[in-house]
C-alpha cells in the first residue's frame, strides 16, 4: 500500500492538475485447461511421465508469453499448437477450457456476490439434473464447498438461474435457487450464500465460455494457473 501511494504521488505531481490520478486493483480471471494428448509410444523413449511434464510446461510457457497481461486473449488454436509441439511423440490432443473466477467467501455469514467471466457463456451444455426435466445443462459449476455438513456445489439450469445442489456419480439433486447468470455478457449473480466451509482459500466459480477463444478486460489479468490444469496422455503405437 505505501508503495502504491508512492507510485501515486509521484505520477500525480508530473500530471496536470485537471487529471485525477487513480490506482484500481486488478482483477484475475483464470483458464481451466483439460488436455487429452495421444502419444506415439513407437517414436519416443519418454515415459507417460516425461509426455505429461513436457505439455504441462508446453501450457505454462503459453501462459507466459501470451497471457498473463491486462486485456490478453486465449486463442484455442495457439494453444493447442503449445501442446502438440511440446514433443514430437504427440500425434493429437484434445484440449477444452473453462473460465474461472476464484470467490473469497466468508463462511457462517449471509455473502452477496456479483462477478462476470467478461465472456458470452454457452448455456445448455447437456447434463440433466434429477429432479426436473427443465434442467438440463450446466455451464456453470464450482468446486466443493458444506452447508450443514453437506458437500454442495453451484450449478446453472440452463435458463438463466443458479442453484445449490448436492453432487453423485450419475447426477444433480437441486437444493434451492441462490442467483442468476446473463449467458451473453457472462454476469453472475448470488444471493444469500451461507457456506461452512471449504478446502483452500477460494470456491471456484468455472464457466464454459460461447468460444473457446475468450479474452480479458482491460483491468483483468487473463491467466493459467498450474493448479487448474488436467493432462491425461494415452500412449498408442503407429
Request: glycine fraction near 4%; charge should be negative; proline fraction near 3%.
Amino acid at each position: 500500500e505505501t508503495r502504491r501511494q508512492a507510485y501515486h504521488d509521484y505520477i500525480q505531481a508530473k500530471t496536470p492538475l485537471t487529471i485525477k490520478v487513480d490506482f484500481v486493483e486488478p482483477e484475475f480471471m483464470y483458464v481451466r485447461v483439460d488436455s487429452t494428448v495421444l502419444y506415439n509410444v513407437n517414436n519416443t523413449t519418454k515415459t507417460y511421465a516425461d509426455i505429461k511434464s513436457l505439455v504441462q510446461a508446453g501450457i505454462s510457457g503459453y501462459n507466459l508469453n501470451s497471457l498473463s497481461d491486462f486485456k490478453s486473449t486465449l486463442f484455442i488454436s495457439e494453444l493447442t499448437n503449445a501442446i502438440d509441439r511440446a514433443d514430437n511423440s504427440i500425434v493429437s490432443s484434445d484440449t477444452k477450457i473453462k473460465l474461472v473466477r476464484r470467490l473469497i467467501v466468508p463462511t457462517n455469514t449471509s455473502t452477496n456476490i456479483i462477478t462476470t467471466f467478461d465472456n458470452a457463456l454457452q448455456p445448455e451444455t447437456g447434463v440433466k439434473l434429477k429432479q426436473d426435466e427443465i434442467h438440463y445443462g450446466h455451464t456453470i459449476t464450482s468446486t466443493t464447498f458444506t452447508i450443514n455438513n453437506v458437500p454442495c456445489i453451484l450449478v446453472d439450469d440452463s435458463r438463466g438461474k443458479i442453484f445449490i445442489a448436492t453432487e453423485d456419480a450419475n447426477a444433480v439433486d437441486v437444493l434451492r435457487e441462490v442467483g442468476t447468470i446473463d449467458y451473453d455478457t457472462g454476469k453472475v449473480t448470488i444471493n444469500s450464500l451461507v457456506v461452512d466451509s471449504y478446502v483452500g482459500n477460494y470456491i471456484e466459480l468455472r464457466a464454459v465460455p460461447a468460444t473457446q477463444n475468450v479474452s480479458s478486460k482491460k483491468n483483468t489479468i487473463l491467466l493459467i494457473d498450474d493448479y487448474d490444469v488436467e493432462v491425461n496422455v494415452v500412449g498408442i503405437k503407429r
